[in-house]
């Protein structure tokens, strides 16, 4: 039977397993709409204040499930607005199907009302785009999408689709089963033999993993391999909640303000095990550590990124639980005392450290009891969203996090404004609670889907660090440009209590532990988003810091 | 920094030049000459890139360019094993007392004069691109007025094919 190009869209996505969809309508994509009108019991439907939130809420839905995120918007503005939210899925390879309307085919290059061409515009954002002419490549081509979105090193694709296409007919016969990705590509037995012989010749082994544990579900396999070797583990931010934060094997994330322990081991290393991680300048600065000698062995399912930030003495391109697996195997059992005591030593160097940097001047709370509270309210099905800046840094060095998937931030890109739609998309997908920690900066850029929260009764709780400025920009000023603050301290006099209120949500200000608490204590009782605005001193830093042009000797751990 | 030239087997679909070529652009990787044309399969196309690198550049440009969904088949171009033409297209006055001398270089460079006007002459030269640079050269004291070179095309001697067009 012939049935138009929108319930192709429809009968597409839903037979390509997606369960929910987010978007905003338009002109452009009515017919779309109409069809998910009637679709409505079969796939959920959550429109957001902006496009922009609609595909950090696809992107949150597919981080926090590993299955293809979906968001729908119209032609021109509608699709410009996705153009953030689809290069952070693309930065911190998120796989992600968007779907624009645009203007009839015959319109298109006339610069007709709300036409852009969004496929050129998101090139190089994608890991494919689509512009479908031809109703009769329609379903294919949507499921091409899907299929790229999810094979190999997950991403973005966009897929166009003009407002004639969407109303012509044509026949559809759904198929029984959603597309499978691309076979991988495993590793080659010598160089996984030649990588055991270098962990197995190895004083002092290190492994630096990432997002790739996560997305090729390595976390066992990862675990095991750092016990058998005895190497202790540090991650990129990506690769957080790969492993529970209290494993006593992993010292946490490295980097610009990754942990002590996790940077200086990395840079004491004399064999670095790179698992499913690209090297981005954020997790090494400016040095390799080869420039000390150590050995790398990079392991990654994207051939592109061997080789390209830093050079490695064995790449290896290939699927990570199986190559983690097959290692596993071949290497001996082994300890290392010497290396195991100097770890013990960083990690008590670093304990101390983390002490001294703590602020706790009248009336804010220092982010680390802002985050130990909140947690101790949480359990381990709740999800942890965040937005960038300071606040995302503690939380990445502090939160106890437990299972995969459970942490959800912007890496890559770093992308203000990511966190809330992001919670209100993991929130949609698995019907469990989050809590997103954000600044007052971060907060404003796309506070309006505190509406959508609303309207979907989302379950975030939404913790502010608010110390009135963008401290993360301060704390270079303070450190690199002689304490001039230009346009970095806000001045606004938000109310967010108020402000949540207004926006049908509940809310309350925490200036000590005690009302923290009590705060903490309603939100998580709370059934739909809670906002609590939490006061921070504006000077409190984030440490250790690795300057950009630094190495592991500059690390900055005390500001006076 | 070598000059490499490699072979890229494309689906012949709208919007590849600009996957291709953006990659480039977005990456910082400079190209010296991109051409672009048919294959003996309708469903591809055939596109020729030369750029200037180092082992490493052209590594990265290879596995970048593998990650493209339109893109079927990449091969660096050994130079010894491979032929490597560019055809010019050169536009130079006809007066009388030059008329012999550029007679002369288009008959010593295999040239051939395409168009004969009483005040323009047209050459099309192929060849490889020092050739034709010499050729160029050659040229330039009679006042070239326009010129175009097509950029270069290589396959390889022998019997080895950039393979996967089927």
Not at chain 1, 120 to 141: Q, S
Not at chain 1, 185 to 192: I, Q, R
Not at chain 1, 232 to 251: I, R
Not at chain 1, 342 to 366: C, G, M, Y
């Amino acid at each position: 039977m012939k049935i138009s190009g929108a319930k192709i869209v429809v009968e597409t996505l839903i037979e390509q397993g997606c369960d929910t969809v987010f978007g905003y309508p338009g002109g452009q994509v009515i017919d779309l709409f109409d069809e998910l009108y009637s679709a409505r019991d079969r796939i959920k439907q959550i429109i957001t204040a902006h496009e922009q939130g609609a595909a950090h809420a696809a992107d949150g839905y597919a981080r926090a499930t590993g299955k293809v995120g979906v968001v729908i918007a119209t032609s021109g503005p509608g699709a410009t607005n996705l153009v953030t939210g689809i290069a952070t899925a693309y930065l911190d390879s998120v796989p992600m199907v968007a779907v624009t309307g645009n203007v009839s085919c015959s319109m298109i290059g006339s610069d007709s009302f709300q036409e852009v061409d969004i496929v050129g515009i998101t090139m190089p954002i994608t890991k494919h785009n689509f512009i479908v002419k031809d109703i009769g490549e329609l379903a294919d081509t949507l499921r091409t999408a899907f299929k790229i979105a999810k094979s190999g090193r997950p991403g973005p694709v966009l897929v166009d689709i003009p407002k004639d296409v969407q109303t012509a007919l044509y026949e559809f016969e759904a198929n029984a089963q959603p597309v499978i990705p691309y076979p991988l590509s495993f590793a080659p037995e010598e160089k996984l033999k030649k990588a055991a012989d270098m962990i197995n010749s190895a004083e002092r082994p290190y492994i630096y993993f990432g997002g790739g544990i996560i997305s090729g579900k390595a976390s066992a396999q990862l675990l095991a391999l750092a016990d058998k070797t005895d190497a202790p583990m540090g991650s990129s931010l990506m690769g957080l909640s790969a492993v529970p934060s209290d494993h006593p094997k992993f010292l946490g994330m490295q980097g610009m303000h990754g942990h002590y322990a996790s940077t200086m081991a990395g840079a004491e290393a004399d064999l670095i095990i790179a698992l499913g991680v690209r090297f981005s300048n954020r997790a090494t600065g400016s040095s390799s550590p080869r420039d000390k000698g150590a050995r790398i062995i990079h392991i990654d399912i994207d051939g592109a990124e061997l080789h390209k930030n830093i050079a490695a003495d064995l790449a290896i391109k290939g699927d990570i639980t199986d190559a983690a697996e097959r290692l596993i195997s071949m290497v001996e059992e082994k300890k290392h005392p010497q290396w195991a005591e100097r770890i013990a030593e960083l990690r008590a160097e670093e304990a101390l450290r983390t002490e001294e940097n703590r602020r706790n001047a009248a009336d804010t709370i220092d982010p680390y009891d802002i985050i130990d509270i909140v947690s101790s309210f949480a359990d381990e099905n709740t999800i942890i969203t965040t937005d960038v800046g300071q606040h995302q840094m503690w939380t990445a060095q502090r939160y106890p996090l437990k299972r995969p998937r459970s942490f959800i931030t912007s890496g890559g890109l770093g992308t203000m404004g990511y966190g809330l739609g992001a919670a209100i998309g993991a929130c949609a997908a698995t019907g469990r609670r989050a809590v997103l920690f954000t600044g007052d900066g971060s907060f404003g850029m796309n506070l309006n889907e505190l509406a959508t929260a609303v309207s979907q009764n989302t379950p975030v709780v939404i913790v502010i660090m608010n110390n009135g400025v963008l401290g993360m920009v301060r704390q270079w000023q303070t450190l690199f440009f002689d304490r001039r603050y230009s346009n970095t301290t806000l001045g606004r006099s938000t109310d967010f209590t108020k402000l949540a209120v207004a926006f049908g949500a509940k809310g309350g200000r925490a200036e000590n532990t005690d009302q923290l608490k009590k705060l903490a204590a309603e939100a998580f009782a709370c059934e739909g988003p809670f906002v609590i605005d939490c006061a921070v001193d504006c000077d409190r830093a984030v440490l250790p810091m690795l300057p950009p042009w630094g190495s592991a000797e500059d690390l900055i751990t005390k500001i006076d | 920094m070598d000059q490499y030239v490699i072979g890229v087997i494309v689906a012949n679909v709208s919007g590849v030049l600009s996957r291709v070529s953006g990659m480039f652009t977005r990456r910082g990787f400079n190209i010296d000459s991109l051409t672009v044309g048919e294959t003996e399969s309708s469903g591809f196309s055939r596109i020729t890139i030369a750029f200037h690198g180092d082992d490493d550049i052209k590594e990265r440009i290879l596995q970048q360019l593998q990650k493209l969904h339109d893109v079927r088949e990449v091969e660096v171009l050994d130079s010894k094993d491979t032929v490597i033409r560019e055809l010019l297209l050169i536009k130079v006055r006809n007066r009388t007392e030059i008329r012999q001398d550029i007679m002369t270089a288009v008959e010593i460079f295999r040239s051939k004069i395409v168009d004969y006007s009483p005040t323009a002459l047209v050459c099309e030269l192929t060849g490889e691109t020092s050739k034709i640079d010499a050729f160029i050269e050659l040229l330039k004291p009679f006042g070239i007025m326009e010129m175009c070179r097509t950029g270069i095309v290589a396959i390889e001697r022998g019997e080895n094919c950039l393979k996967t067009v089927k």
